[in-house]
């Protein structure tokens, strides 16, 4: 599976910006793509995921309400539809994909993802 990742910016607070994550190669129906985002100085952590089959979405508790996961399996898309923007915000965000089930509380750990795109850039100006 490669995974490229788009649609990082330059944004104002308040402002939205849609991140896409093509994916090719082989996929598999049964796992989990994923957002995570990393900040300077910080660990790389998860931000929303959805599994290719069923469309069951995870958030981080930050971005509730304000950021929303989504994919189309016709075109191997997954968006990351993001409001509200915030400084906090800014990081290079990657998508990823597991290479098939994950369990629950195995979610939101970058160890159960094993193809990951390049990052694209966000950066939320106060």
Do not use: H
Request: charged share 20%.
């Amino acid at each position: 599976v490669q995974l490229q990742a788009s649609g990082g910016g330059l944004v104002q607070a308040g402002d939205s910006l849609r991140l896409s994550c093509a994916a090719s190669g082989r996929t598999f129906s049964s796992s989990i793509m994923a957002w995570f985002r990393q900040a300077p100085g910080k660990e790389r952590e998860f931000v929303a995921g959805i599994r290719w089959s069923g469309g069951n979405t995870y958030y981080e508790e930050s971005v509730k309400g304000r950021f929303t996961i989504s994919r189309d399996n016709a075109k191997n898309m997954v968006y990351l539809q993001m409001s509200s923007l915030k400084p906090e915000d800014t990081a290079v965000y990657y998508c990823a994909s597991s290479r098939g089930p994950v369990i629950l509380s195995y979610l939101r750990s970058d160890r159960a993802y094993v193809y990951w795109g390049q990052g694209t850039l966000v950066t939320v100006s106060s």
